[in-house]
């Protein structure tokens, strides 16, 4: 400490100002951030660059600096859902696990985020720097011996699975929050199996099977009856070893 620090300031000079906070500059990587925090506290009817603007601090004008507007907004945060995706290198024998572990990875990035299902839904990954996502996932398919025209579809087949699927899940929680879903499914269980018999013989046999599944069991499920319908489609098991024989 100096020997003026110890001083009071005199009445006849002015106390210095404070020096105001540096200012963190705006950059698109800010707003995609805030705007996941605004998604996950309000919720996509709620998310918009007013509310985005406000959680950063600054003026809506200063987002259009960065971002055209909403629509590419939604799309950033759309595209940040591929940061950490690594496809693996076709693999013949594995595709099919290929196929199920991208799907399985791909409900979790949409769990990571509320109503980010929504937001997925509204978008393809044909930019730039979604392409070579699409691209390598065309290639595990077509590894496994898919005809082109199954292949096609096959992609936007299985994000319409794991997108579906997660809004679902994700709405149920929302409107559940103040629910137990064990308590639920008794009630539903114990109503289905109290239906007369004689008219709804399947959902009373089923009624012990239809709600006690847990949300991970249903996901795994649809997706094994996905990749299986698939493979239908390929060569069959053998195929190609039966093929070097009779080439030799």
């Known amino acids: 400490m100096s020997q003026q620090d110890d001083v009071p300031t005199a009445p006849w000079e002015r106390p210095r100002r ?6 963190i500059p705006l950059t698109r990587e800010r ?3 805030a705007a996941f925090v605004v998604l996950d506290r309000d919720g996509y009817d709620k998310l918009s660059m007013r509310q985005v603007a ?3 601090g600054v003026a809506v004008s200063a987002l259009y600096v960065h971002v055209d507007d909403k629509d590419e907004l939604l799309q950033l945060m759309y595209n940040r859902l591929f940061d950490d995706v690594q496809l693996p290198e076709p693999d013949p024998e594995t595709w099919q696990e290929q196929i199920k572990d991208f799907a399985r990875d791909g409900r979790q990035r949409l769990l990571r985020h509320r109503d980010m299902a929504r ?3 509204q978008h393809v990954p044909f ?3 979604l392409l070579p996502h699409v691209e390598r996932l065309f290639a595990i398919l077509r590894a496994g011996g898919l005809p082109d ?4 579809i096959a992609g ?3 994000s319409t699975y794991m997108e579906g699927f997660t809004l679902e899940e994700s709405m149920w929680k929302e409107r559940m929050k103040d629910s137990s879903w064990t308590v639920i499914g008794a009630q ?3 109503y289905f199996a109290s239906l007369p018999p004689d008219r709804f013989p399947n959902l009373v046999a089923l009624s012990d099977l239809m709600v006690g599944e847990t949300n991970d069991y249903r996901f795994e499920l649809g997706l094994d009856i996905i990749v299986r319908g698939l493979a239908s489609y390929g060569p069959p098991s053998g195929y190609e070893d039966k093929a070097e024989d009779e080439a030799s």
């Open 149 to 152: 025209r199954v292949t096609a």
């Open 18 to 23: 404070r020096q105001a906070p540096a200012r």
């Open 54 to 56: 406000a959680e950063l």
């Open 127 to 129: 930019t730039a720097e």
């Open 119 to 121: 937001i997925s839904m």
């Open 31 to 33: 707003i995609v951030e």
């Open 188 to 190: 539903l269980e114990n």
């Open 156 to 158: 936007d087949l299985l």
